[in-house]
């Protein structure tokens, strides 16, 4: 008879190691991607005499091509493994970049995004995610929670980036981005991977007394179908709010930067900051927010975030309205909420589909969802951006993102785990085991 397993004689858990890749691949593609690019969107409209509409929308066509790209990228996790997946989307990424620093028209900058869009999300947290779940049933909030924390960790470099923009240009910051995103990128993605079949360490790295290694290393996998879980009331009620959330929670990443530099005429390094009280908030919200959801309703929480970052907007508007340097403030107050209330969705949007869903379809599932909500993350700066091209200024825009957000608050309330066919589900795995 084996004996028991303990804490001692397995080390360190190999899931935090998986944790603390997907952390990192995260935060190079926050650092480059999703914040990163954000900081040359006005020089863009300045050098090619753009309207900042279509420019927001070329933008946005990174949130939308991503979404269209997820559910290929969830069927591909799951039929080729998480860690494949991501070294391709490393380097269509670093490639697009690269790209991206030659473009001279209009159409070129659609493109590249759209293939920077391809990469980053063939390489993103959806390989991360897809891996950790595997790894932890337990401590899988507090798992999910830490690995964003890369996120928020790459937005830290913004102030870098931004003054590298100031000081080089938007063309050789890219290609310094690019080269960035190759070796950072491959250097972490290596560790990402799900949990082996018969891993020798109990799951969430806890010994059981009395347990064998064979009876704790394989943990039962279920999930409801695809076909069936997107039939349900609750997805249904679930993808509706991730739009709505969606159409406010992309508007404020994507323009937070363009916002006050242009309002407040901020220099590139100084708006930079605007980034960095965006990311330290983002953090207190995911470890606030975030590691509740081993103890309380995913869903519920994610209420009380969307709840944080709809009130923040309007303070945003109200910004624009008074005096430079009291505006100022105000807004940054109003980043400040928003972004917390942005944190800690980040890993209980994940959570929230293996609570409802399971584990045995969650890549496929996330990129069903990410496919539906960036339909609202496509739209919103797009109709900002026309606001700001019709008024001059972000007023109008933040008020619609926050009205737009808060239809989000009742649908998560509505939603409701199937219990039935989760019990379903769960004892067919059982008896499959």
Known sequence: MQSPVSRSSTGIYSGWFVVLASG???????????????????????????????????????????????????????????????????????????????????????????????????????????????WFERKRARALTLSTLGGSLGGLLIPIVAISVGEFGWRSTLQLLAIFVATGGMAFGLFVRTRPANHPQPMDGIAQSGVNVSDVSSPMNWGLPVRVAIRTRSFALLMSAFVANGFAMTSLLTLAFSYFEYEFGLSKGAAGLTITVLTVSSIFGRIALGFQGDRYQPVKLLAICSILLTLGLPLLSIGTLVSSDTG???????????????????????????????????????GAERFISTIGGTIGPILIGLSLDLTQHYTVGWLMAALVGGISIPLYLMAQRPDVLIEKYKTLAREQA
């Open 24 to 134: 990192a691949t995260t935060a190079t593609a926050a650092a480059t991607v999703f914040y990163g690019m954000n900081t040359f969107l006005n020089d863009l409209i300045s050098e090619f005499g753009w309207a900042a509409w279509v420019t927001f929308a070329g933008s946005s066509v990174r949130t939308e091509v991503g979404g269209i790209s997820a559910p290929f990228v969830g069927w591909a996790i799951d039929k080729f493994g998480p860690r494949r997946v991501l070294i391709i989307g490393i380097g269509i990424t670093s490639l697009g970049l690269l790209l991206m620093s030659y473009m001279s028209e209009l159409w070129h900058f659609f493109f590249v995004m759209a293939l920077v869009s391809l990469g980053s999300s063939t390489a993103g947290n959806l390989c991360g995610f897809a891996a950790i779940v595997t």
């Open 328 to 366: 100022k403030w105000i807004a940054y107050c109003g980043l400040v909420v928003s972004s917390i209330g942005f944190g800690g969705s980040v890993p209980l949007r994940s959570l929230v589909i293996v609570d409802f869903f399971g584990t045995a379809s969650f890549a496929r599932l996330m």
